[in-house]
């Protein structure tokens, strides 16, 4: 199981209390699984889950020239963010493909605090610092924080159970600065799950600490620690991408059909020109969700997409979906442009199986 390259969250030990399978995941040992992905992941739908995000990244921009400097350098206009706010947004290569995708929240008037994808942390903080303006001092800090992600319907009275009916829960997108016992904790209103939820941030030290008084009073609300797996399960049901899987340099994010986090409004940012003239000419290939038809297998990445016949494509993220009970996944399909309700087949180990396109998100809730 381990490797000597691997890193470890502060949580490990933890998790191998807790009997966790442990998986590689971008250069991390994580847990993948505690009792079965299906039970965490209606955990999740139906209650509560508490995720380790500790391998995130933690990038700090802060001076008086931060805001205008991370302007040029992601799609999303920081303009609009109000200190306490976050937004999820892209960092670009000059030909528009996707570095990373992120969410950066305004944590002072001239700091943010910019949370990027665990496998993308040198790349990011390398490119940043390479374009840094004059006035910006630009640090990673991730090695000094530990993060979760607590998912679910009951967050609001974990919430008060954690600090008092007197604290107010951030409102979605807003983050906030709490105590809990003696630790300061950053608290954002998001998630990766399409449940109601909370991101926590706070220094490594203190994760164990944390970590069981989250399960401790979560217990009587049906807490779950939950690993990787459900995370994905859950993540795919809401057609939110995977950077590394449907997100990556290879992509833009007017293919992967999130140009509504790219102001193309504003004058200048890496990718810019590549994206105004594929807007103009229209997208060569777009990602879209599908689901298998029938008693079809489960879709996995790779996997060959035929559209009348015609390789069209391939599969770039797949699973069998918890809450539906059939397959779905996403994939990047060549134009014409495909469309919701239209049959497609996925080529499975040389056999080939009925699936149709569908509208985002694949799981609703009733």
Sequence with gaps: MSDAAEKRTPLFDEHVRLGAKIVPFGGWLMPVQYTSIREEHQA????????????????VASGPGAADWLNTMLTN??????????????????????????????????????VVNASRIEEDFAWLQAHVAPEVELENQSARYAGLAVQGPKVAELFRALFGDGQELPARNKIAQLKLGP????????????????????????????WNEILQKGHSLGIRPCGLGARDTLRLEMCYPLNGSDLSPEYNPLEAGLGFFVDLTKPKFS??????????????????????????PPPR?????????AAAGEVTSGTLSPSLNFGIGMAYLTTPAPKPGEEIEIEIRGQKFPAVIEKKPLYKKS
Excluded: C
């Design 44 to 59: 999740v739908r139906n209650a509560l889950g508490v995720f380790d995000i500790s391998h995130m990244g933690e990038l």
């Design 77 to 114: 206009n920081i303009a609009k963010l109000e200190i306490g706010t976050g937004q999820y947004t892209f960092l670009l290569n000059e030909e528009a493909g996707i570095i990373d995708d992120l969410i950066v929240y305004r944590i002072q008037d001239e700091t943010f605090l910019l």
């Design 271 to 296: 990718g810019r020109e590549k994206l105004l003239r594929e807007k103009q000419a229209g997208v060569t290939r777009q990602l879209v969700p599908f689901r298998m038809k029938e008693k079809s």
């Design 183 to 210: 630790t300061d904790l950053w608290i954002a209103r998001t998630g990766y799950t399409g449940e109601d939820g909370i991101e926590v941030f706070f220094a490594a030290e203190a994760a164990p600490q944390v």
């Design 301 to 309: 990445p790779h996997y060959r997409v035929l559209r009348d016949g």
